[in-house]
């Protein structure tokens, strides 16, 4: 969880202004902030944390996303409308926002199709068209892998093909700006597959281009549960959160992972 926070912290001043200069670059500066990928994530834990065999993750994502409603780079149009419909329903979407906020459930749950299960709830609630459930799941999974199995790096990467068949061979465009799961969990993977450390794996999806603070949120979710945070990135991370926030991580990360 932790991971895909600092990740989309680490991205956001590149999310409309992509990085085109190496890996060498301040992984922070006053001009990050957390964008509606980390409130998202944040509404998927305080959702498990209140109520863990029966989540209500539509209600908490309005409630937080109605905390917070002017993020940095803002929320998707269509997710907008959803916070602020007077009925909000799901709308078939397959964006990446599915991938993004899914992590929590990986490290809540210890049975996979558990994982799956809940996975799957907290995309329909908005994004429930196929491509955003499976977005969701196959993140989930990756976490959730790692965690229960260890860090198996060619049974991890085949069993991903479950998901998304191809996706170790296929060339996806660099610095597209590319708003689907299709389009962006399957770089995550060839990210991580890239990487040697969670700093590189951010660094490496910055370089990547393209919806830079989703893509680190996502690539930061996996590379948490396979080399863990470095602890002056989560101390850094924690500086650019809102107390309400904090207590929501510190709370989930010491009953599911471990204490910060």
């Keep these: 969880m932790l ?19 190496g890996k060498g670059f301040k992984l922070f500066n006053g001009t990050c902030e957390c964008t509606d990928d980390t409130i998202c994530t944040v509404a998927i834990a305080d959702a498990i944390l209140e109520n863990p065999e029966r989540p ?57 199709m558990e994982v799956l299960g809940h996975a799957q709830n907290t995309a329909s609630v908005s994004h429930d068209h196929p491509e955003g459930i499976k977005g969701a799941q196959a993140v989930a999974y990756a976490i959730w ?9 060619d049974e991890l990467f085949k069993n991903l093909g479950k998901f998304y068949p191809g996706w170790q061979r296929k060339q996806y465009p660099q610095g597209v700006f590319d708003e689907t ?14 990487s040697y450390s969670f700093e590189d794996a951010i660094r490496n999806a ?18 948490e549960a396979i080399w863990g945070v470095p602890w002056d990135l989560a101390e850094k991370a924690m500086e650019f959160l809102p107390a309400d926030m904090v207590e929501v991580v510190r ?6 992972q471990y204490r910060f």
């Design 3 to 21: 991971g895909a926070i600092i990740g989309d912290i680490i991205g956001s001043r590149f999310e409309f202004n992509n990085w085109t200069g």
């Design 56 to 112: 209500d993750f539509k209600w908490f994502l309005l409630d937080w996303c109605k905390r917070f409603p002017h993020p940095m780079g803002g929320y998707g149009g269509s997710f907008a409308a959803w916070i602020h419909s007077a009925d909000p329903q799901p709308y078939n979407s397959f964006g990446n926002g599915a991938a993004m906020r899914v992590s929590p459930v990986a490290w809540a749950y210890d049975e996979k």
């Design 145 to 153: 892998y790692v965690r229960t199995l260890g860090f198996h790096k």
């Design 181 to 194: 799961c299709q389009g962006t969990v399957p770089v995550a993977f060839q990210i991580i597959k890239a």
């Design 206 to 223: 910055i370089c990547w281009g393209g919806d830079s603070d989703t893509l680190g949120a996502i690539v930061g979710s996996i590379a």
């Design 251 to 256: 709370r989930f990360r010491y009953k599911y």
